[in-house]
């Protein structure tokens, strides 16, 4: 039985620091979320991005469609999938945002266009019934709510089926499934158990509990992370204001799982990579025909529910030849790569061209400049262009 209201809050940011109400708070943020949207696009070098959010990571085979026929007729063929399990169309031409708006919308993929920046959740991948539908009936609570506009759009959730792989990517709200059927939901530190029932609306209590003690620090904080060292999130208030009755859980430690390996998981899935996290609509295409397509936050796809072991395989063959990346043992598998130019003014090299495997047990990341965008959690081999084809080499990150 769960306790039927939650003790105080700990503090989920207390790093040993005694509350500092009275100095005048540094601001960590002085400027608006400008992160891209499928409505609010990024002018970049190559053409104009749309970022579209998939919080469940669930695509249908019609959405498949779409988004591949908008990339063909408003952008420049591709797809990119981002290491939040977005999807994002680029080269998109002056004044289609309309036309892609709409191509969305009736698709199913804008439920509600106020929230479509703040829908930031990874789910995993190979999650159950259960969970996928704790990520479907988040989504629909964070578009129902007014409040929920105020997240930024960095602001990620994570609904983990116990196995700790989307836990494992620094999101700010985690529900973790447990054995014995109930969620642990996990704000910085401090981690509450909930009913199964409960998971989906304790989550966005917990972001409701942010946004307060963000309002409460002043410092612009977009992420629990960057909340001032001291900064209380009082989730148990939240959590009794909500009604649900929670169990504070000292010491929480979250599973660190890996990602599905690419090629037949189980005897009925298929994982695959895309290569620099880049596909052409062809193979994008060449994904289905699936019951449904899940998009990965690790740059890649799962197609479930194959017939059996010989289906799977046959179908794991056909996107190895369409391109993608099928085993684990392929020497792209840990390779990354940031937009770079043409698309990226910031760059200075073409790093797709220069992007290749490199000798060792780390994944590797090329980047255009200093700001490493998409680049691995954990250690990893870190290139970063100091100039045309030239690259200064280093390990980041920690192995921790
Ligand atoms: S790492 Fe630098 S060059 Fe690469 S996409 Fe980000 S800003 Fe552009």
Avoid at 83 to 111: F, K
Avoid at 119 to 135: I, K
Avoid at 314 to 341: H, K, M, N, Y
Wanted: hydrophobic letters at 45%; aromatic letters at 4%; a neutral charge.
């Amino acid at each position: 039985m769960l306790a039927a209201m939650p003790p105080s809050s700990p503090n989920p940011q207390d790093r040993g620091e005694a509350h500092i109400r009275d100095r005048v708070p540094d601001r960590v943020r002085e400027r608006g979320d400008a992160c891209p949207g499928a409505l609010r696009l990024h002018r970049a070098d190559d053409g104009a991005l749309a970022r579209l959010r998939i919080p469940t990571g669930v695509l249908t085979p019609r959405q498949v469609r779409v988004l591949a026929d908008a990339s063909d007729r408003l952008g420049d063929g591709h797809l990119s999938l981002t290491s939040r399990g977005n999807v994002e169309l680029r080269g998109l031409g002056e004044g289609c945002g309309l036309q892609l708006a709409d191509a969305l919308r009736e698709a199913g993929l804008l439920p509600s266009e106020r929230h479509e920046r703040v829908r930031n959740m990874v789910v995993s991948p190979l999650a159950g019934a259960q969970v996928r539908a704790w990520a479907a009936r988040l989504d629909e609570l964070l578009c129902a709510e007014d409040w929920t506009t105020e997240l930024s759009g960095r602001f990620l959730f994570a609904v983990d089926d116990g196995r700790g792989d989307v836990a494992a990517l620094a999101p700010d709200v985690t529900l973790l499934a447990e054995a014995a059927g109930t969620a642990l939901v996990r704000i910085g530190q401090a981690a509450y158990r909930v009913s199964s029932a409960d998971a989906p609306r304790a989550a966005l209590a917990a972001a409701d509990a942010f946004l307060a003690a963000a309002r409460e620090a002043g410092t612009g904080a977009w992420r629990v992370r960057e909340l001032p060292a001291g900064q209380d999130v009082d989730v148990a208030e939240h959590l009794r204001r909500a009604a649900i009755a929670a169990e504070y859980v000292a010491d929480a430690a979250l599973p660190v799982g890996a990602p599905p390996a690419p090629g037949v998981v189980g005897d009925r899935s298929v994982c695959v990579l895309a290569r620099l996290g880049r596909v052409t609509t062809a193979q994008f295409r060449a994904l289905l025909p699936a019951r449904e397509v899940r998009v990965t936050p690790w740059r890649g796809f799962v197609l479930p529910d194959f017939a059996d072991r010989v289906a799977a395989e046959q179908r794991l063959r056909a996107l190895d030849e369409a391109g993608f990346i099928t085993r684990s043992d392929s020497p792209w598998a840990e390779v990354s790569a940031c937009t770079g130019r043409p698309g990226c003014a910031k760059s200075l090299s073409d790093v797709r061209a220069d992007a290749r495997p490199r000798e060792g047990a780390l994944p590797v990341h090329w980047s255009g400049c200093a700001r490493r965008c998409g680049h691995p959690q954990g250690a990893w081999i870190d290139m970063v262009a100091t100039a045309e084809g030239a690259y200064q080499v280093t390990v980041q990150g920690s192995t921790k």
